[in-house]
């Protein structure tokens, strides 16, 4: 069973930066792909970034790019985002994702508890 931990959300002034950990536990996640998503009051949970276990080239939403970076330490089992440029749109739920891959989110996706960030103007 997939456990996924997420810490290092708060509070930050636009511009600012912050980084999100994700400590994953369970299986072997060499066949997995690892993601984040959030989620904003009143709106539906989108996708930010996601990025293979394995390595390979992480894809991110357009309103991150050049911004945020996800990354993974297969030695430590983590997965981080790092957030850069901060605007008060990126206040949301942010939340660590895994999956197998060859699945989709929707039907294999297991997902951590959530950490808030929230950027002031």
């Known amino acids: 069973q997939v456990q996924l931990v997420e810490s290092g959300g708060g509070l930050v002034q636009a511009g600012g930066s912050l980084r999100l950990s994700c400590a994953a536990s369970?299986?072997?996640?060499?066949?997995?792909?690892m993601g984040w998503f959030r989620q904003a009051p009143g709106k539906e949970r989108e996708i930010v970034a996601t990025v293979s276990w394995t390595g390979g080239t992480p894809s991110y939403v357009d309103s991150v790019k050049g911004r945020f970076t996800i990354s993974r330490d297969t030695a430590k089992n983590t997965v981080s985002l790092q957030m850069n440029s901060l605007k008060p749109e990126d206040t949301a739920i942010y939340y660590c994702?895994?999956?197998?891959?060859?699945?989709?989110?929707?039907?294999?996706?297991?997902w951590g508890q959530g950490t808030q960030v929230t950027v002031s103007s």
């Open positions: 369970g299986p072997t996640f060499s066949a997995y792909v």
């Open positions: 994702a895994a999956r197998p891959g060859g699945t989709s989110w929707l039907s294999r996706g297991s």
